[in-house]
């Protein structure tokens, strides 16, 4: 099973974007469904999470201006960005992380978000 993101792309500061990630098959045993981001010469970091459950959780720069939702049938995850500024700028990846007694990782192959005027 892979992950496939995609939705990056340039916009100018104050712009949006809707980021989009489906996974190839089937994966059992969903925990948690994410983006995460590393900019140039950064570590990566979590941009937002939503559990099984539908509960999510926010970076706080992103508070207010992200929005992260999924369809559990589909295996997707999406990630509405608003207001977006030149911080943004990274090579954002879906993440799932599954399994019963282990959690185990799957990640996109990432997409590009450019915000440059």
């Known amino acids: 099973v892979q992950l496939q993101a995609c939705g990056g792309g340039l916009v100018q500061p104050g712009g949006s974007l809707r980021l989009s990630c489906a996974a190839s098959g089937s994966i059992f045993s969903i925990s948690a469904m994410g983006w995460y981001r590393q900019a140039p010469g950064k570590q990566r970091e979590l941009v937002a999470t939503?559990?099984?459950?539908?509960?999510?959780n926010y970076q706080s720069s992103v508070k207010g201006r992200f929005t992260i939702s999924r369809v559990s049938a589909k295996n997707s995850v999406y990630l509405q960005m608003n207001s977006l500024k030149p911080e943004d700028t990274a090579v954002y990846y879906c993440?799932?992380?599954?399994?019963?007694?282990?959690?185990?990782?799957?990640w996109g192959q990432g997409t590009l978000v450019t915000v440059s005027s």
């Open positions: 993440n799932v992380k599954y399994g019963i007694t282990d959690l185990y990782n799957l």
């Open positions: 939503i559990s099984s459950g539908g509960t999510t």
